[in-house]
């Protein structure tokens, strides 16, 4: 029997320099500067032609579609093992103790943005794909490493890869966590617009907060005109005491500006995070700002605070395979002039629809003037658990971990997986390993890392040999 393990310490050198390389390119989509032949920015097919050439150079071959995704392919057969990955990563945000784009080694632990998301399980399993074509094993399937370049937003490149390549057989995404993701709820954003009219005694000029739908805002801060700012930056002092957060007050030409910082997290399970958004509106809620400013303090401070299962909504909804409809408030911006914006995303299970989601917040929006756009959505995704393809990843990973109580489990988040009818997320946080995707100092220790990638050895031999 192959040691993987073994195998996998063999690689560690060669992985972590090509793996930091590919850290170092901050490779966030930007539409600022998208051009016809980088439809995303340019750092993003940065990284896509980097890693392609790596692939080229290791004997794989290999196709850009577009500057938006990408594959490295070996072997020969009629059915398709299909591994998705990403090379994109979020914003890195404020917070971070060391360079987000110069990735390091603490005790043990590599970070930089992308070390978890999804970089360091991507390459990983690269790795494994890797290994096993220079041991010359014979595969029995053809095999395609397929990389998208725009996961953390509209998922354009893989979209794009299943519009002009034969869809794959089956597969799995590096792109989630350990034992195995074989259900992932659907995903849905609504966005809320206000119009730019104040009242009231206290005048709101300006309110940004978040980076993406689906990140719980770090930071947030407002501009404010008030009679009595003394007394306002008392209370907003009070406030802060009170709360697990962190804020400053600070009075300047434009007026009153409130700054609050709390916690980022995944958007997936905002109960991670401490939603600095919703914060300082909650704040704010107690003062007396009317009009359509108002109606933005209002439903973020006194219906969207700390209220991810969305009970203010009469929304509340559970699938006893799937879990509870979540909310997470990501982006929220208003101006005296031009008007709001919120941004909700939202993850629902089965039995539940985006429809039902929106007549749901009409409800209580109506009264408030409040315009409601529904976006693209994703339904529910679910592989049976007696699938060939769950069964033969479980059997890997309780091999390599000695963990035989390990089950498959259902999540909020969304993977390439699910772009598959035969698709799951495998990999590569441990349950014993913090979560950090989506946050500042974003790591994944580098033993955690080449023990995924003994799984993935394991699994794509089995898959591919069987």
Do not use: C
């Not at 259900?183 to 309110?207: I, P, Q, R, W, Y």
């Amino acid at each position: 029997m192959t040691d993987w393990q073994a195998k996998a310490q063999q690689q560690k050198e060669d992985y972590l320099n090509d793996l930091i390389a590919l850290m170092k390119i901050e490779s966030v989509r930007d539409d600022s500067q998208a051009t016809d032949e980088f439809p995303l920015g340019p750092k993003p097919a940065q990284a896509l032609t980097i890693f392609l050439e790596m692939a080229q150079q290791d004997g794989f071959r290999t196709k850009n579609i577009d500057n938006v995704v990408g594959y490295a392919e070996w072997g020969e057969g009629d059915e398709t093992l299909a591994i998705l990955a990403h090379l994109d990563v979020m914003p890195a945000g404020n917070g971070w103790d060391t360079d987000p784009f110069d990735p390091v080694i603490k005790d043990g632990k590599l970070y930089g943005r992308g070390a978890s998301d999804d970089k360091g399980p991507g390459m990983a399993a690269y790795y494994a794909l890797k290994t096993l074509k220079d041991m010359n094993i014979k595969f029995n399937k053809k095999v395609r490493f397929i990389v998208g370049t725009d996961e953390e937003s509209d998922w354009t490149g893989m979209k794009r890869y299943f519009e002009v390549e034969p869809a794959p057989t089956f597969g799995f995404s590096p792109d989630a966590e350990f034992p195995l993701i074989n259900g992932e709820k659907g995903n849905v954003s609504m966005k809320l617009a206000f119009a730019g009219d104040n009242a009231g005694e206290v005048v709101l000029t300006s309110f940004e907060s978040g980076l993406r739908p689906n990140m719980v805002p770090r930071e947030a801060e407002a501009v404010l005109e008030a009679a009595n700012t003394d007394q306002m930056v008392a209370d907003f002092n009070v406030f802060i005491a009170n709360n697990p957060i962190t804020g400053q007050a600070d009075v300047t030409p434009a007026g009153l500006k409130l700054s609050v910082v709390g916690k980022a997290a995944h958007g997936m399970e905002p109960r991670n995070g401490e939603n600095a958004g919703t914060y300082l509106a909650s704040f704010l809620s107690q003062y007396d700002i009317k009009g359509a400013a108002g109606s933005f303090i209002t439903l973020l401070g006194k219906y969207m605070h700390q209220d991810s299962r969305l009970h203010n909504f009469d929304l509340a909804f559970a699938d006893d395979v799937m879990g509870d409809l979540t909310m997470n408030v990501g982006l929220m911006s208003f101006d005296a002039h031009k008007g709001g914006q919120v941004d909700m995303n939202f993850r629902y299970p089965k039995g539940i629809t985006p429809d039902d989601i929106q007549n749901k917040l009409s409800v209580v929006t109506a009264p408030l003037s409040v315009t409601i756009t529904q976006g693209s959505f994703m339904v529910p995704h679910y592989v049976d658990a007696s699938d060939p393809l769950v069964t033969t990843l479980m059997s890997a990973y309780r091999d390599q971990t000695g963990d035989d109580k390990a089950q498959p489990e259902v999540v909020g988040g969304g993977t390439y997986g699910r772009m598959m009818e035969r698709g799951v997320a495998f990999g590569a946080l441990f349950d014993h390993t913090e979560d950090t995707m989506h946050q500042a100092n974003e790591f994944q220790p580098v033993d955690d890392l080449l023990m995924a990638m003994a799984i993935y050895m394991q699994s794509i031999n089995d898959l591919v040999t069987d």
